[in-house]
């Protein structure tokens, strides 16, 4: 940091963070440094609650220096006077008022500093001052003559300047210069020669004063306070209306946070903090000091903050009402730059707020460069700037925003600005270029059919362009209006009208464009929608105050004269238009025109009709002709919802309007149905390899094992009358008679389907029958149902809700049975009775480079996967490596370029692989090709690593009707994504109080999931209504290693912790720990963490009794027998082991009611015969499992991943070593 001729001054680095170091070397070891030790020493402890004040708190003496030390503080006083944002005069009294508090301070426990300047006083970002570098040491008097000893001692700048010395506590308040400095720029402090020319005898201090002379001077001090207070009111008033010049200290201390800040929610707080405090200060404090922040929270990660961002920016510079010189240029030069960006931000509601706000700042910015013009016409010194160059640099700015915004892909941002100030903005840019540039890009708008919400916005805002843009407008007008005439949606052809009627309210329209729109709009007077009509008399009146009279007389009131009940004079009031209109389409006849599919035909029916009508005398009924079967029916129909030979002719007027919605319709379903034959029609015969076959593996029926009656499942579109008959009891058969007299209604179409055999639908429909159903029976149904026959309403309800019934009960087996199938695949696979691991090495495989993290059996094969921190996911075949002695190799290797792989899981019955890196966050699908040797990525998601960190954790769930990979992220999100669509199925939230997720396990059944993490915490979540259920923390906050479900009880879990080997089961249930296994020669339960610990399990179950291989840092792999304890023992030990297997016994006690097996030396526990209400047992080499002799080889590092394949264990560690056993 620097360098004088009395210290070396440097800046390093310490476990709590940055500090200064200060260093003395000794050349004269005669020099008593150990008594300004003390000294400092002292200082230190007497300054220790002082909080301006930060004395050296480290001191370190050696024989060839004395090092002194402080925390860092990165700007001095010195440094910040002369930075900007310049300091306010309210800022400096409140750093002048911190100094003298820190002298008061130090004064209070008789410290002095003895160097006080503008260098050793420290100020943070939040404007607090902090006094540093305390020389008692330093000499208190200095020579006239000589000014050798001040220059070693304080001139360390060279600049020769002095701003105090320490004479004596009671003359600490001579000389403050560093305020005089602070309160005016322009002040010199003095320096050696001014104190040389000052004679000791006149710097003095009067302090005897006579009380006269205090009196007097304290009389105008005692007349100002009580005008003051009298004053009061009058004052609040004055404050209430200016800004408060104080808050520029709150917002240097809000401004001072926002960079550490990292939640969004804190962030979005912050904001309404700064409006707040810019609402009530000064326009260069919201310039200066509040706005690049807010800027800063522009580009935050998180879109919420970036809305809120913008929206705040624009309000806060719509406060500033006086702009200085210095930021005449803000906008073109700060602003307009830094918010270019958004126009291409990823997040629609960005941009959409930036659409939002972006008239107003146009506005705002036109604002700014008037006012500056302005105040510049009074300045008649300096160069004065060209308004209209930079009113144009402002144009073409904004100009680059505007269209981006207006051609976004997404009509929500372009719907948004055209809703939002778009007359602002053609204020803006002005007539010519508003023309050019909005009307041109809102024109378009129309042509998206999809969107009716942008087409109604665009109606609802064109008046305004159109009104500032002028007459001339009126050609480009007329096709649009017509257009949304012609809008299949009704709120859209209202929303037309209106703009009909404002645009001729305000003479926008030629006479010739309004006869042509009025002469389109007169048959919207007979729609069935309300508010067309109420739109159309609203226009039709507005026309007719607009018009001249004979205009009105003579085509206004003929164009209108049909649609009346009776003639009406005064059309341009509205209630009078309204009553005298005739009586609407009905509505069900409206829609069933617009939807008939030959509307073609149907109108040519409507107009010979019409015509013979006309042609047949009054009072003869006309003569029709002939109709087609299709017409018939309709006619039929419509006959009977109110269409009468008026409504036809109505029908007949707005037959153009008709012919035009029939054929948007027609479109439109047209669309859609291609779209769903795309969709919902796949071609296998074109799918070739991507095909993704679902495998169901077939068990024999154990519908006897589970104890479930045999039930019956029933279609829709099959009767059950007959069987809801056979299952009534007495009372039933009396309320509904008897079965030759059951009535049915179901036709013989309806039983056979569309062709086929009454024998071919009992097969092909899904039809069980109960044994006391013959098919004789069946036959009986068929003769019966040639016939419709009625039935009272109550038997029809009865018979549904019994259909509805079985379908439940049905469904509920169903789904029992599919859980069933999957917890028995979930589960450990069978093994042979009495299996227990002998320790027989089959093969060692080491392809893999780094860590072995995971290690996958695939279900019903004799494969199993393995992933690496290597980045490498391999498929190897255990039958292929039993009795022989030759080179195993792997099958299928697939290399990933995205860091250590953490996770493995099995999807799609062992079609597919998942994994996840660490490093570049992302979570990939494999696809195994049976025939090759390499594997390919059929599905990948990137997750946000600052957001979400990397998955820890991942497992598969196949419910049958999803197949969900659930993956753990590193901060608290558990996240379900359906491998068959695109986004997330759902998302859980783990508190991050609890600590970050190490681990997770899925229950057979797939109800409920169980996490663990680095505090200890197991947290359980419902996955049906995907709640939290219960969270057990373990007594000493060890770190979670592994988490997995227990073979036999179903609402347990396994979990390794940190330290002793230790394995505990938690009953999820009553949260209490049923079992701990010990495998530790520290106490059991104590709360030690050292030792080894657990990195890797398997669980199972050999004739219903319960296992568990775990392996960890020691090296060995155990076999716990969770129903038998004592017949524990280490199936597999470490390469190096120097413990004999033999020589370890399990012992059994119970300790606060948890069973606690513990591993010990069987020289060192009791014997059987002991009591004390434990047991022992010691393996010896004649048991099977354990062989007289070590195996010959074992892992030499840490075992990280145990699993099995059939009778085969795998286990991986650390080195990259895989070795298979048996």
Same mark, same amino acid.
């Given at each position: 940091?620097?360098?004088?001729?009395?210290?070396?001054?440097?800046?390093?680095?310490?476990?709590?963070?940055?500090?200064?170091?200060?260093?003395?070397?000794?050349?004269?070891?005669?020099?008593?440094?150990?008594?300004?030790?003390?000294?400092?020493?002292?200082?230190?402890?007497?300054?220790?609650?002082?909080?301006?004040?930060?004395?050296?708190?480290?001191?370190?003496?050696?024989?060839?220096?004395?090092?002194?030390?402080?925390?860092?503080?990165?700007?001095?006083?010195?440094?910040?006077?002369?930075?900007r944002p310049f300091l306010t005069t309210i800022e400096k009294k409140w750093i002048t008022f911190q100094v003298l508090y820190a002298l008061h301070q130090a004064h209070?426990?008789?410290? &002095?500093?003895?160097?006080?300047?503008?260098?050793?006083?420290?100020?943070?970002?939040?404007?607090?001052?902090?006094?540093?570098?305390?020389?008692?040491?330093?000499?208190?008097?200095?020579?006239?003559?000589?000014?050798?000893?001040?220059?070693?001692?304080?001139?360390?700048?060279?600049?020769?300047?002095?701003?105090?010395?320490?004479?004596?506590?009671?003359?600490?308040?001579?000389?403050?210069?560093?305020?005089?400095?602070?309160?005016?720029d322009n002040n010199q402090s003095f320096n050696k020669s001014d104190l040389n020319g000052c004679d000791s005898k006149t710097v003095q201090i009067q302090d005897t004063?006579?009380?006269?002379?205090?009196?007097?001077?304290?009389?105008?001090?005692?007349?100002?306070?009580?005008?003051?207070?009298?004053?009061?009111?009058?004052?609040?008033?004055?404050?209430?209306?200016?800004?408060?010049?104080?808050?520029?200290?709150?917002?240097?201390?809000?401004?001072?946070?926002?960079?550490?800040?990292?939640?969004?929610?804190?962030?979005?707080?912050?904001?309404?903090?700064?409006?707040?405090?810019?609402?009530?200060?000064?326009?260069?404090?919201?310039?200066?000091?509040?706005?690049?922040?807010?800027?800063?929270?522009?580009?935050?990660?998180?879109?919420?903050?970036?809305?809120?961002?913008?929206?705040?920016?624009?309000? &806060?510079?719509?406060?500033?009402?006086?702009?200085?010189?210095?930021?005449?240029?803000?906008?073109?030069?700060?602003?307009?730059?830094?918010?270019?960006?958004?126009?291409?931000?990823?997040?629609?509601?960005?941009?959409?707020?930036?659409?939002?706000?972006?008239?107003?700042?146009?506005?705002?910015?036109?604002?700014?460069?008037?006012?500056?013009?302005?105040?510049?016409?009074?300045?008649?010194?300096?160069?004065?700037?060209?308004?209209?160059?930079?009113? #144009?640099?402002?144009?073409?700015?904004?100009?680059?925003?505007?269209?981006?915004?207006?051609?976004?892909?997404?009509?929500?941002?372009?719907?948004?600005?055209?809703?939002?100030?778009?007359?602002?903005?053609?204020?803006?840019?002005?007539?010519?270029?508003?023309?050019?540039?909005?009307?041109?890009?809102?024109?378009?708008?129309?042509?998206?059919?999809?969107?009716?919400?942008?087409?109604?916005?665009?109606?609802?805002?064109?008046?305004?362009?159109?009104?500032?843009?002028?007459?001339?407008?009126?050609?480009?007008?007329?096709?649009?209006?017509?257009?949304?005439?012609?809008?299949?949606?009704?709120?859209?052809?209202?929303?037309?009208?209106?703009?009909?009627?404002?645009?001729?309210?305000?003479?926008?329209?030629?006479?010739?464009?309004?006869?042509?729109?009025?002469?389109?709009?007169?048959?919207?007077?007979?729609?069935?929608?309300?508010?067309?009509?109420?739109?159309?008399?609203?226009?039709?009146?507005?026309?007719?105050?607009?018009?001249?009279? +004979?205009?009105?007389?003579?085509?206004?009131?003929?164009?209108?004269?049909?649609?009346?009940?009776?003639?009406?004079?005064?059309?341009?009031?509205?209630?009078?238009?309204?009553?005298?209109?005739?009586?609407?389409?009905?509505?069900?006849?409206?829609?069933?025109?617009?939807?008939?599919?030959?509307?073609?035909?149907?109108?040519?029916?409507?107009?010979?009709?019409?015509?013979?009508?006309?042609?047949?005398?009054?009072?003869?009924?006309?003569?029709?002709?002939?109709?087609?079967?299709?017409?018939?029916?309709?006619?039929?129909?419509?006959?009977?919802?109110?269409?009468?030979?008026?409504?036809?002719?109505?029908?007949?007027?707005?037959?153009?309007?008709?012919?035009?919605?029939?054929?948007?319709?027609?479109?439109?379903?047209?669309?859609?149905?291609?779209?769903?034959?795309?969709?919902?029609?796949?071609?296998?015969?074109?799918?070739?390899?991507?095909?993704?076959?679902?495998?169901?593996?077939?068990?024999?029926?154990?519908?006897?094992?589970?104890?479930?009656?045999?039930?019956?499942?029933?279609?829709?579109?099959?009767?059950?009358?007959?069987?809801?008959?056979?299952?009534?009891?007495?009372?039933?058969?009396?309320?509904?008679?008897?079965?030759?007299?059951?009535?049915?209604?179901?036709?013989?179409?309806?039983?056979?389907?569309?062709?086929?055999?009454?024998?071919?639908?009992?097969?092909?429909?899904?039809?069980?029958?109960?044994?006391?159903?013959?098919?004789?029976?069946?036959?009986?149904?068929?003769?019966?149902?040639?016939?419709?026959?009625?039935?009272?309403?109550?038997?029809?309800?009865?018979?549904?809700?019994?259909?509805?019934?079985?379908?439940?009960?049905?469904?509920?087996?169903?789904?029992?049975?599919?859980?069933?199938?999957?917890?028995? #695949?979930?589960?450990?696979?069978?093994?042979?009775?009495?299996?227990?691991?002998?320790?027989?090495?089959?093969?060692?495989?080491?392809?893999?480079?780094?860590?072995?993290?995971?290690?996958?059996?695939?279900?019903?094969t004799s494969l199993f996967a393995s992933s690496s921190a290597d980045g490498c996911i391999k498929i190897w075949d255990a039958s292929r490596m039993e009795g022989r002695?030759?080179?195993?190799?792997?099958?299928?290797?697939?290399?990933?370029?995205?860091?250590?792989?953490?996770?493995?899981? +099995? &999807?799609?019955?062992?079609?597919?692989?998942?994994?996840?890196?660490?490093?570049?966050?992302?979570?990939?699908?494999?696809?195994?090709?049976?025939?090759?040797?390499?594997?390919?990525?059929?599905?990948?998601?990137?997750?946000?690593?600052?957001?979400?960190?990397?998955?820890?954790?991942?497992?598969?769930?196949?419910?049958?009707?999803?197949?969900?990979?659930?993956?753990?992220?590193?901060?608290?999100?558990?996240?379900?994504?359906?491998?068959?669509?695109?986004?997330?199925?759902?998302?859980?939230?783990?508190?991050?109080?609890?600590?970050?997720?190490?681990?997770?396990?899925?229950?057979?059944?797939?109800?409920?999931?169980?996490?663990?993490?680095?505090?200890?915490?197991?947290?359980?979540?419902?996955?049906?209504?995907?709640?939290?259920?219960?969270?057990?923390?373990?007594?000493?906050?060890?770190?979670?290693?592994?988490?997995?479900?227990?073979?036999?009880?179903?609402?347990?879990?396994?979990?390794?912790?940190?330290?002793?080997?230790?394995?505990?089961?938690?009953?999820?249930?009553?949260?209490?720990? #049923?079992?701990?296994?010990?495998?530790?020669?520290?106490?059991?339960?104590?709360?030690?963490?050292?030792?080894?610990?657990?990195?890797?399990?398997?669980?199972?179950?050999?004739?219903?009794?319960?296992?568990?291989?775990?392996?960890?840092?020691?090296?060995?792999?155990?076999?716990?027998?969770?129903?038998?304890?004592?017949?524990?023992?280490?199936?597999?030990?470490?390469?190096?082991?120097?413990?004999?297997?033999?020589?370890?016994?399990?012992?059994?006690?119970?300790?606060?009611?948890?069973?606690?097996?513990?591993?010990?030396?069987?020289?060192?526990?009791?014997?059987?015969?002991?009591?004390?209400?434990?047991?022992?047992?010691?393996?010896?080499?004649?048991?099977?499992?354990?062989?007289?002799?070590?195996?010959?080889?074992?892992?030499?590092?840490?075992?990280?991943?145990?699993?099995?394949?059939?009778?085969?264990?795998?286990?991986?560690?650390?080195?990259?070593?895989?070795?298979?056993?048996?």
């Amino acid at each position: 940091l620097g360098s004088t001729r009395f210290f070396k001054v440097a800046r390093a680095r310490s476990q709590e963070g940055l500090i200064v170091v200060k260093v003395f070397a000794i050349h004269d070891p005669t020099l008593p440094l150990s008594t300004y030790k003390e000294k400092l020493e002292e200082i230190r402890s007497k300054l220790a609650s002082a909080v301006n004040c930060l004395p050296f708190q480290r001191m370190i003496l050696t024989e060839k220096s004395g090092s002194i030390m402080r925390e860092y503080v990165k700007y001095s006083l010195y440094d910040r006077i002369s930075t900007r944002p310049f300091l306010t005069t309210i800022e400096k009294k409140w750093i002048t008022f911190q100094v003298l508090y820190a002298l008061h301070q130090a004064h209070k426990f008789g410290v &002095c500093h003895g160097d006080i300047k503008l260098e050793n006083i420290m100020i943070t970002s939040w404007n607090w001052i902090l006094l540093t570098d305390f020389a008692s040491f330093k000499p208190t008097y200095l020579p006239e003559d000589n000014p050798a000893d001040f220059s070693y001692f304080f001139d360390t700048s060279r600049r020769s300047n002095h701003f105090k010395n320490n004479v004596e506590s009671t003359k600490d308040d001579f000389g403050h210069n560093e305020d005089n400095t602070i309160e005016d720029d322009n002040n010199q402090s003095f320096n050696k020669s001014d104190l040389n020319g000052c004679d000791s005898k006149t710097v003095q201090i009067q302090d005897t004063k006579s009380d006269s002379q205090t009196d007097q001077q304290a009389e105008p001090i005692l007349v100002e306070s009580q005008r003051r207070k009298l004053d009061l009111k009058s004052e609040k008033k004055v404050l209430s209306s200016e800004p408060v010049e104080g808050l520029v200290i709150i917002t240097q201390l809000v401004t001072s946070c926002i960079r550490g800040l990292h939640h969004s929610q804190s962030k979005l707080q912050s904001l309404e903090i700064l409006l707040e405090l810019a609402e009530n200060t000064s326009d260069e404090t919201i310039l200066d000091r509040i706005l690049p922040y807010i800027f800063h929270l522009v580009h935050d990660p998180a879109s919420r903050v970036r809305v809120s961002a913008i929206h705040t920016l624009t309000k &806060c510079l719509h406060l500033v009402k006086s702009i200085p010189p210095s930021d005449v240029n803000i906008f073109p030069e700060y602003i307009l730059p830094g918010l270019a960006h958004i126009t291409q931000d990823e997040a629609v509601i960005v941009r959409a707020a930036y659409a939002e706000n972006i008239a107003h700042l146009a506005h705002i910015a036109l604002r700014y460069l008037e006012n500056a013009h302005l105040s510049n016409l009074g300045n008649k010194e300096g160069p004065k700037p060209s308004y209209d160059s930079e009113l #144009q640099t402002l144009h073409e700015m904004v100009q680059q925003s505007v269209s981006m915004l207006l051609t976004d892909p997404q009509n929500l941002v372009k719907q948004t600005l055209m809703e939002n100030g778009i007359n602002k903005l053609c204020i803006f840019f002005g007539k010519q270029k508003a023309n050019d540039i909005l009307l041109s890009h809102v024109i378009t708008f129309l042509n998206d059919k999809e969107d009716k919400e942008l087409r109604g916005s665009f109606f609802e805002c064109i008046v305004g362009v159109a009104a500032y843009v002028g007459w001339h407008s009126s050609p480009i007008l007329m096709p649009l209006l017509q257009q949304g005439l012609a809008d299949p949606e009704e709120f859209v052809t209202t929303k037309a009208i209106n703009a009909m009627a404002t645009l001729t309210e305000l003479g926008l329209l030629h006479k010739s464009a309004l006869y042509q729109l009025l002469h389109e709009t007169m048959v919207f007077l007979v729609h069935p929608n309300l508010w067309i009509r109420h739109a159309t008399v609203g226009f039709i009146s507005t026309a007719a105050r607009t018009l001249n009279l +004979v205009d009105v007389q003579c085509k206004v009131q003929l164009m209108i004269q049909s649609y009346l009940k009776h003639p009406l004079i005064q059309i341009e009031k509205e209630i009078l238009l309204l009553e005298a209109l005739v009586s609407p389409i009905p509505r069900i006849v409206y829609d069933s025109v617009v939807k008939y599919n030959d509307v073609e035909e149907l109108f040519q029916v409507l107009e010979q009709r019409q015509a013979a009508r006309a042609k047949a005398i009054s009072g003869i009924v006309p003569q029709y002709s002939e109709m087609s079967t299709s017409i018939r029916n309709l006619f039929r129909r419509l006959s009977s919802e109110s269409m009468t030979e008026t409504v036809e002719d109505q029908l007949l007027i707005m037959k153009p309007h008709l012919m035009k919605i029939n054929k948007y319709r027609n479109s439109v379903d047209a669309k859609l149905s291609t779209a769903k034959s795309v969709d919902g029609k796949l071609e296998l015969n074109t799918m070739k390899d991507k095909i993704r076959h679902h495998i169901v593996i077939l068990y024999p029926d154990t519908k006897g094992d589970l104890g479930l009656p045999p039930f019956k499942r029933l279609d829709r579109r099959i009767s059950d009358s007959v069987g809801t008959y056979a299952t009534m009891n007495q009372e039933w058969r009396t309320m509904f008679a008897a079965q030759d007299n059951v009535q049915h209604t179901v036709k013989m179409s309806d039983m056979t389907g569309s062709s086929g055999s009454p024998s071919q639908s009992l097969h092909g429909g899904d039809i069980h029958l109960s044994p006391q159903h013959s098919l004789s029976d069946m036959n009986s149904i068929n003769d019966h149902s040639l016939h419709e026959h009625r039935c009272a309403p109550c038997r029809l309800e009865v018979r549904q809700l019994t259909y509805r019934k079985q379908e439940q009960h049905a469904a509920a087996l169903r789904a029992q049975h599919w859980a069933d199938n999957i917890a028995w #695949q979930a589960g450990s696979r069978l093994l042979p009775s009495g299996w227990r691991p002998r320790g027989v090495p089959v093969a060692h495989l080491h392809e893999h480079r780094a860590a072995v993290n995971r290690l996958v059996s695939i279900p019903d094969t004799s494969l199993f996967a393995s992933s690496s921190a290597d980045g490498c996911i391999k498929i190897w075949d255990a039958s292929r490596m039993e009795g022989r002695n030759i080179a195993n190799r792997s099958r299928q290797t697939y290399i990933h370029r995205g860091g250590p792989l953490v996770g493995l899981a +099995v &999807c799609d019955q062992g079609q597919s692989l998942a994994s996840s890196a660490s490093q570049s966050g992302t979570v990939f699908v494999l696809r195994i090709e049976p025939n090759s040797s390499k594997m390919s990525v059929i599905a990948t998601r990137q997750l946000d690593l600052l957001e979400e960190g990397c998955a820890v954790d991942l497992q598969y769930l196949d419910s049958g009707s999803q197949s969900v990979l659930v993956y753990a992220s590193l901060y608290g999100s558990l996240v379900g994504w359906d491998l068959r669509c695109p986004g997330t199925t759902w998302r859980l939230e783990n508190d991050l109080k609890h600590g970050v997720i190490t681990s997770f396990c899925v229950n057979n059944y797939q109800q409920w999931l169980t996490l663990g993490t680095s505090s200890g915490v197991h947290t359980c979540w419902d996955l049906r209504f995907q709640l939290p259920i219960t969270s057990i923390k373990h007594p000493t906050n060890a770190r979670v290693r592994k988490v997995i479900t227990h073979p036999t009880e179903h609402s347990w879990i396994i979990s390794a912790v940190q330290g002793n080997n230790e394995i505990s089961m938690w009953n999820l249930e009553t949260d209490f720990r #049923q079992m701990v296994l010990w495998a530790s020669s520290a106490p059991p339960l104590s709360h030690s963490q050292g030792g080894h610990s657990v990195c890797a399990m398997y669980s199972g179950s050999i004739d219903n009794a319960g296992f568990l291989l775990a392996g960890g840092t020691d090296m060995r792999l155990r076999f716990w027998d969770l129903c038998t304890p004592n017949e524990s023992h280490v199936a597999l030990p470490a390469a190096n082991d120097v413990t004999p297997p033999n020589s370890l016994a399990y012992e059994q006690r119970l300790i606060d009611g948890t069973n606690v097996v513990q591993e010990v030396l069987a020289g060192d526990s009791p014997t059987p015969s002991s009591g004390g209400g434990s047991s022992i047992r010691i393996r010896n080499s004649e048991e099977g499992g354990q062989g007289p002799e070590t195996p010959p080889f074992g892992h030499h590092d840490t075992i990280s991943a145990v699993a099995m394949s059939n009778t085969c264990i795998l286990t991986g560690s650390t080195d990259g070593l895989i070795q298979v056993w048996k």
